[in-house]
Each structure stands twice: as structure tokens, then as C-alpha cells.
């Protein structure tokens, strides 16, 4: 159990790690001015957005948006903390930080996931609305999102090595 505990959090590092420079370069392209990325980015998100439908990025809902706020504002910060603790391991004083983390990207991420398979999207800005196949695509671009988070909580809640331990009173 404990090397299996071990390697989530292997994998719980390395989606902290990857996720910083993934929210800096890709993620925070939908409100920050474009005048802070170079050009080369800038095609690089195009040439997303073109081939996966991702309408969110291109033109992006005022509720998505405020999901982007939070990523930046608040998860951005928190992920360097996060790396440290899981490339360390059995961090106990991580677990209260990664529930609350873990919580608020599954809630955010589900409706994107739902809006994705589910949205009534427009023609806008040269995309097409996307079939079902690059529907599921799209979801499935976005479902780490959601999976890595419900592992860390899951892990938070039952792993023995994040348990905090009982103080028993004394006579």
C-alpha cells in the first residue's frame, strides 16, 4: 500500500510541476492581453483552438472566464507548494490544502467537461461547432483535469500516511 501511495504521489508531483508553466503559457491566454505572450504562443493557441473546437479559449464564457481567474489567482499559487509536498511525500500538513484544491477543480471542471459535450455552440470566429467525435476529444483533453483531482482526494481522505494522527488525552 505505502509504494502505491508512493507512486500517486510521483503523479501528483508531476501534475503540480507540468501545470505551472501549462497555466502561465496556455490557460491564463483567455485573460491576460494577449500583448504578454509572444506571437509563437499566440499562433499556438490558435492552431488549438482551430483544430479542437475548443470554443472556451477562443471566446470565453463569463463563467469560464471566472474559472481562469481562480486558476491563476488562486491554484497557481498553490502549485509549487503542492509539487514540494508530494515530491517530498507524506507531507501531512498538505492534506487540508489538497482537499480544498482538489474540491474546487472538480467543481470547476465538471461543468466544463458538460458545456463541452452538451453546449449548443455557435459558428464564431472561423470555428465550427464540433461533432461528436471531437467532442469526446475535447472532454478528453480536459478529463485530467478532473481525475487527477478526484485521486488527490480520494488519497487525502483514506491513504493512512495523510491521516492525521490521533492526540490522545492524558490522566
Not at 483544430?51 to 471566446?59: A, E, P, S, Y
Not at 492534506?95 to 480544498?100: E, F, G, K, L, N
Not at 467532442?135 to 483514506?158: E, G
Amino acid at each position: 500500500m505505502a509504494s502505491f501511495t508512493r507512486l500517486l504521489e510521483w503523479i501528483f508531483f508531476l501534475y503540480f510541476f507540468t501545470h505551472i508553466p501549462i497555466t502561465l503559457l496556455v490557460d491564463l491566454q483567455a485573460v491576460l492581453p494577449p500583448q504578454l505572450y509572444p506571437q509563437e504562443l499566440l499562433d499556438l493557441m490558435k492552431w488549438y483552438v482551430v483544430n479542437f473546437k475548443d470554443h472556451m479559449m477562443m471566446n470565453p464564457p463569463a463563467w469560464f472566464l471566472s474559472f481562469c481567474y481562480c486558476e491563476g489567482l488562486f491554484q497557481l499559487p498553490f502549485f509549487p507548494v503542492a509539487a514540494y509536498a508530494f515530491f517530498k511525500g507524506g507531507c501531512r500538513w498538505i492534506r487540508i490544502p489538497a482537499i480544498v484544491y482538489s474540491t474546487h477543480v472538480a467543481t470547476t471542471v465538471i461543468p466544463i467537461i458538460a458545456h463541452v459535450l452538451f453546449a449548443d455552440f455557435e459558428r464564431s470566429n472561423g470555428v465550427d461547432p464540433p461533432n461528436q467525435k471531437e467532442r469526446l476529444t475535447l472532454a478528453s483533453i480536459y478529463a485530467p483535469y478532473l481525475v487527477v483531482p478526484l485521486l488527490i482526494l480520494l488519497t487525502m481522505l483514506f491513504s493512512p500516511r495523510y491521516k492525521q494522527e490521533e492526540k490522545r488525552k492524558r490522566r
